[in-house]
């Protein structure tokens, strides 16, 4: 009977033990899966930012005008509803839409206004962007045209000079946002005229017109070869046939304020092709060697002057047209020999190529929205290409490099996403890795040591009552929501650490004085009882009250010492002083404290239970033969508990490196990159939840952030491998742990 019962338990222990092998097999690859599903989701995420751009050919039919001869083909090309739509102009001012695809003429309008040139015909359209065309008619006379779905409406059209017989090279007219026009025309003769019509309204509610001329006398003018203006009308830039850029900058009245010449080819290659990219800001310079140069305004000397800011890849003939897209820095170039070059200006990508030789093109457009290419031959035959550029911004330069930005005075790492339309993102992930490890280093270099000496103070110097009451209680701490700490940090210590600046940094000489003056008194109270009783475990009563005596001589000082030396304002001698440090409200001071809150717990428990599981027998071996108490933890338990010390500090570390909430609430959020603890710093997790709000599912900042989520990854994964690894040397090393 007892035999049988026995069987039957054995039984039953052996199914249970199967069915609890396999529940816990199951729960692990069930947990290594989702780890692995979720890095693959993540990465699967950021993998089209690497991708190449792509131009799929789209077979299109010959436009045959019904009405004049089209000189110029798919200004505004667009992709809609599955067909490709193209504006065409005639000589005459009528304007078409025709879907390429099928040939079908969508609509035809002609130009209101167009009857005040019934004997002259057009000769030139320039395409402004967001629907917008600067029109150059023959007898000279310029018109700013808005080409809407079903309206086309002329703005403003300026005659010529009539005084001037000379014929007209090119002309531009723009307007600006305080309707004031601009129109600059270049004669053959090499006079350029500037005139500002500035349109208002009175007092009285009449029309009052003010119109201004301005005739550039300029040695270099005759010899311009490539002209252009940016789309207020404020700014005309010129190149030359011996290498050189000019740069006039108009006032309100259209007087030329700021006149710049700068030596762009020092071997006097001629310039033949200028544009403005998306913002007015970045100079697009084509060259007759095939080069294709980027220029901007950069401060110098408290001048702004133009400084080549990017250098795109070369064509293998001379420049004739640079076409910039209206959504991004991307820009279009067509050389002599027929062929076009798409390249991003921030990243100084190469994108892709197309046209061929034997077909050469003359004309080229790109859609409003970058995503397709049109292209004339002279024949008339209009070649299409279907784009996906996909993130043409992003490179390993852009995300780990130093970037000359609009804006900036020289390469820096940047990150910033926001700022308008015609506004150039930054993408640099190296301020938020500095930021990560900053925050990181700082709420280490106060959480290590606590939890340390915390941790052997507590496993070998004080009274086994004191141990049962602290270790939960540094246990607890951990239960506080990151969420409350960061809010107690930003909302209440960082005020106060504002106030009391200077009295924080004098702690940190007046506490090791007085520390060190008190353990020279004690020496002499040794000889006494009950000094010794209360070394016995019982330091910390007589520490405690030191501490506060510290803290009070530091607090007493503060204020004589800053009307002294700092004159009474510590932080604003911080900043304009010798050292020149910015003081923060919300810095890496108040990292330190709050992060290093929430990290003190973990390492503090893991260290305790390392240097409590050293044998006691290897303790008592040491003392018994004449060494303290000190001289034991440092020579015997440390080195035995090492392997778990270590793994106690880098848990801490990933937790650190991945807090969230805490470094979101006490830090301005500011990518900058800089050590000093006095300022803020944005981190890799506190940037994914600033973002993500904002960030279009599938576009380019959304896949950013998301391999702002790789790299945390990684960079967790290789710390701890890494403390993996110096574990398994150290537990070789001492063999116990």
């Not at 693959?40 to 690497?50: D, E, H, Q, R, S």
């Not at 600006?176 to 003769?189: C, E, I, K, M």
């Given at each position: 009977m007892d035999d049988g019962l026995k069987t039957s338990s054995t039984r039953t222990a052996k199914r249970r033990d199967v069915a609890a092998r396999w529940i816990i097999t199951l729960g692990g690859v069930t947990v290594i899966a989702s780890v692995a599903a979720i890095?693959?989701?993540?990465?699967?995420?950021?993998?089209?930012?690497?991708?190449?751009?792509r131009a799929d050919a789209i077979p299109t039919v010959t436009l045959a005008p019904s009405n004049g001869k089209p000189i110029y083909t798919a200004v505004d090309c667009a992709l809609s509803g599955g067909g490709m739509i193209a504006t065409v102009w005639s000589d005459r001012g009528a304007i078409a839409r025709v879907d390429l695809l099928s040939g079908k003429p969508l609509e035809r309008q002609r130009l209101s206004g167009v009857e005040k040139h019934p004997k002259h015909r057009l000769q030139h359209v320039e395409p402004l962007g967001r629907g917008r065309y600067s029109l150059l008619w023959s007898d000279g006379a310029t018109s700013l045209v808005e080409v809407a779905a079903f309206d086309v409406r002329q703005l403003a059209a300026m005659p010529a000079d009539p005084s001037i017989k000379t014929p007209i090279v090119q002309?531009?007219?723009?307007?600006?946002?305080?309707?004031?026009?601009?129109?600059?025309?270049?004669?053959?003769?090499?006079?350029?005229?500037?005139?500002?019509?500035?349109?208002?309204?009175?007092?009285?509610?009449e029309q009052d017109t003010?119109?201004?001329?301005?005739?550039?006398?300029?040695?270099?003018?005759?010899?311009?070869?490539?002209?252009?203006?940016?789309?207020?009308?404020?700014?005309?830039y010129a190149g030359t046939s011996d290498g050189r850029l000019i740069r006039w900058q108009f006032d309100d009245a259209g007087e030329p304020s700021h006149r710049e010449v700068v030596r762009a080819f020092s071997d006097g290659r001629a310039v033949t092709a200028l544009t403005l990219a998306l913002g007015d800001v970045s100079l697009v310079v084509g060259d007759r060697a095939g080069g294709l140069s980027v220029w901007a305004p950069v401060a110098a000397d408290g001048v702004q002057k133009l400084h080549r800011i990017h250098r795109l890849r070369?064509?293998?003939?001379?420049?004739?047209?640079?076409?910039?897209?209206?959504?991004?820095?991307?820009?279009?170039?067509?050389?002599?020999?027929?062929?076009?070059h798409l390249d991003d200006l921030t990243s100084e990508r190469a994108l892709i190529s197309v046209g061929s030789e034997s077909s050469?093109?003359?004309?080229?457009?790109?859609?409003?929205r970058g995503d397709a290419l049109l292209g004339r031959e002279s024949s008339g035959r209009v070649i299409a290409w279907r784009l996906d550029l996909g993130s043409p911004e992003i490179s390993l330069n852009t995300l780990f490099g130093r970037v000359f930005y609009e804006g900036y005075n020289k390469?820096?790492?940047?990150?910033?996403?926001?700022?308008?339309e015609e506004f150039e993102p930054k993408f640099s992930l190296t301020p938020l890795l500095f930021g990560t490890l900053k925050g990181t280093f700082y709420a280490m270099l106060l959480a290590v040591p606590l939890s340390l000496f915390g941790a052997m103070y507590v496993s070998y110097f004080t009274t086994p009552a004191f141990r049962r009451a602290i270790k939960p209680a540094v246990e607890l701490m951990a239960t506080v929501p990151s969420v409350v700490i960061g809010f107690m940090a930003a909302l209440w210590l960082a005020p106060i650490l504002e106030r009391w600046a200077l009295t924080f940094c004098l702690s940190f000489v007046t506490l090791p004085v007085v520390m060190i003056a008190f353990m020279a008194i004690w020496q002499g109270l040794r000889r006494f009882d009950v000094a010794r009783r209360v070394e016995n475990g019982y330091e910390f009563l007589v520490v405690l009250p030191v501490l506060v005596v510290g803290a009070a001589l530091a607090v007493g000082l503060s204020g004589p010492i800053e009307t002294w030396l700092f004159d009474g304002h510590f932080r604003r001698w911080l900043f304009e002083g010798p050292l020149g440090l910015p003081f923060d409200q919300r810095n890496c001071i108040l990292i330190a404290f709050g992060l290093g809150f929430t990290v003190i717990p973990i390492i503090f428990s893991i260290a305790e239970d390392s240097l409590s599981n050293v044998p006691y027998s290897m303790t008592a071996a040491s003392m018994a033969v004449g060494a303290s108490r000190w001289q034991t933890l440092w020579r015997v338990v440390l080195p035995s508990a090492s392997p778990g010390i270590f793994a106690a500090a880098m848990i801490g570390f990933g937790r650190a490196v991945g807090e969230t909430m805490i470094v979101l609430m006490a830090t301005g959020n500011t990518p900058i990159m800089d050590w000093s603890p006095l300022n803020g710093m944005r981190t890799l997790s506190a940037n994914i939840a600033v973002e993500i709000p904002e960030a279009p599912v599938g576009g380019t900042l959304y896949r950013v952030?998301?391999?702002?989520?790789?790299?945390?990854?990684?960079?967790?994964?290789t710390v701890n491998t890494a403390a993996e690894l110096v574990r398994q040397r150290l537990r070789k090393r001492f063999g116990r742990f």
């Open positions: 890095l693959a989701l993540i990465v699967g995420v950021t993998i089209p930012l690497f991708q190449g751009p002309a531009f007219l723009r307007r600006s946002d305080s309707d004031a026009f601009t129109q600059a025309v270049r004669y053959a003769d090499g006079r350029i005229v500037v005139t500002r019509r500035i349109d208002a309204e009175t007092a009285a509610g003010q119109t201004h001329r301005t005739v550039l006398h300029d040695q270099l003018v005759s010899r311009i070869a490539a002209m252009t203006m940016d789309r207020a009308g404020a700014a005309l070369s064509h293998d003939g001379a420049i004739e047209r640079i076409v910039a897209c209206e959504r991004n820095k991307t820009v279009a170039s067509l050389d002599a020999r027929g062929i076009v050469p093109l003359q004309q080229i457009a790109m859609s409003p390469p820096e790492y940047a990150w910033q996403t926001t700022g308008g952030l998301f391999l702002c989520a790789v790299l945390l990854f990684l960079l967790t994964f």
